[in-house]
């Protein structure tokens, strides 16, 4: 193929209903037919983010995704002064389907544009352990109390994986299991304290998982963005003896995760929801994690790659945040193939019965590993027709229709 004629001609959104939320996908088409995909959210604290592709895709029209470094910057310099956020989003679900598009022209797998992998199986941990039973009646078996929590736990370890992350949970007299997570107003909360009731279901929480997953699983607890500096401290001299992988947390302030990070006798994981490489900076140079977790659908994968070069030169090791569809399950798969300093990849292995319908592959796991395909570009694209059948919960969406084409702009 004439990669000269690599141009692109068409950008378009679609998504897809998913149970609970809905998932997001821009498909980036050249003149020659090569279609590049990329998976984006806007479901959970991000509206918005198919509206800014909709008003900067007309920039992309006659330029070639072999220059996606050079639309990445054409794109950061028309929207720098809402740099972040939606817009930053929005530019890294660019920048992902132009690497796609890229590497497909070029026929060769994506971690190939990114220097190579260094690893063919990628370790991972069943993310969002109970969360998601106990959420909705999509996912089954549902868990509804501490005995439905035992029998998961033991399914994460005969199911072969190593590792498994679970957050804070409220139990009843009658060990009921309800979600507490105050940072994103269940319950309402706005002082997002802790008491002495939270961190004793914490402990019994992660007693009972340790009891059920046995001593070799190792246990990660995220406890978001659900307390601030005094309330991570009490949880943490809760579980102090336990024997955690990590724990992650969420604050904006980097000398405050210092701080945590001092205090805690486990390592420290977090940064989730920054973008950029100058906003993961302080954290780094205040040695605040042990982990850094760089959301690589939000950054693009590129940029990710920069993030996670800084990160090693702060002797950090990296993850990444994995919470989407299986084609971000594959994106992130691709950062985690190619950086030297990963620590672990995050992956839900709970999902609604029609997920397989949506894409052309869905990952392999084999013993808690990923195991990495050779196929061109990210190795998965969702099915159109499927993406179809499954309309989105929400009728306003602007979503399933072309944003622009080559010739109008």
Not at 56 to 78: A, K, T, Y
Not at 122 to 131: E, F, G, K, L, P
Not at 195 to 200: G, H, I, P, S
Request: hydrophobic share 40%; aromatic share 10%; with cysteine.
């Amino acid at each position: 193929m004439n990669i000269k004629n690599a141009i692109i001609s068409e950008v378009k959104t679609f998504s897809c209903n998913n149970s609970w939320r809905n998932y997001y996908f821009l498909k980036i088409t050249t003149e020659d037919g090569v279609a590049g995909w990329s998976e984006f959210d806007q479901n959970f604290g991000s509206p918005g983010v198919d509206a800014v592709i909709k008003q900067i895709g007309h920039r992309l029209i006659g330029q070639s995704v072999m220059d996606h470094e050079h639309i990445r910057e054409d794109l950061r310099n028309v929207t720098r002064p809402g740099q972040g956020g939606v817009v930053g989003q929005a530019l890294g679900a660019i920048e992902n389907a132009l690497l796609d598009a890229k590497a497909k022209t070029l026929e060769v797998p994506c971690y190939t544009l990114l220097g190579g992998k260094v690893r063919d199986r990628i370790r991972v941990y069943w993310s969002h352990c109970v969360s998601y039973r106990a959420r909705t009646e999509h996912f089954s078996p549902p868990i509804f109390d501490l005995d439905g929590v035992r029998q998961i736990a033991r399914e994460v370890r005969e199911r072969g994986f190593t590792g498994l992350k679970t957050n804070i949970f409220e139990y009843d007299e009658n060990d009921k299991i309800k979600n507490w997570a105050p940072g994103f107003g269940n319950p309402f909360d706005p002082g997002r304290n802790v008491d002495r009731k939270t961190r004793q279901n914490l402990r019994r929480h992660l007693e009972v998982m340790r009891a059920e997953a046995g001593p070799d699983m190792d246990i990660l607890v995220d406890l978001n963005f659900n307390a601030r500096t005094e309330g991570y401290l009490e949880l943490l001299r809760e579980i102090n003896d336990l024997d955690i992988f990590w724990v992650e947390l969420d604050t904006l302030d980097p000398e405050a995760m210092a701080l945590i990070r001092s205090k805690s006798a486990h390592p420290i994981a977090g940064l989730e929801t920054l973008i950029g490489l100058q906003q993961f900076l302080p954290f780094f140079r205040a040695q605040a994690v042990d982990v850094a977790i760089v959301d690589t659908p939000w950054n693009g994968v590129w940029q990710s790659m920069k993030i996670a070069a800084a990160a090693e030169a702060y002797e950090i090791n990296v993850a990444c945040h994995n919470f989407y569809g299986h084609l971000c399950t594959m994106m992130n798969a691709h950062f985690c193939a190619a950086v030297p300093n990963l620590r672990i990849m995050e992956t839900d292995i709970d999902r609604v019965s029609w997920d397989h319908e949506l894409f052309t592959h869905v990952p392999e796991y084999v013993d808690g590993h990923l195991i990495m395909p050779d196929r061109p570009g990210w190795g998965t694209e969702p099915i159109e027709a499927a993406l179809l059948a499954y309309p989105p919960q929400d009728n306003n969406n602007m979503v399933n229709r072309p944003v622009a084409r080559l010739g109008k702009v």
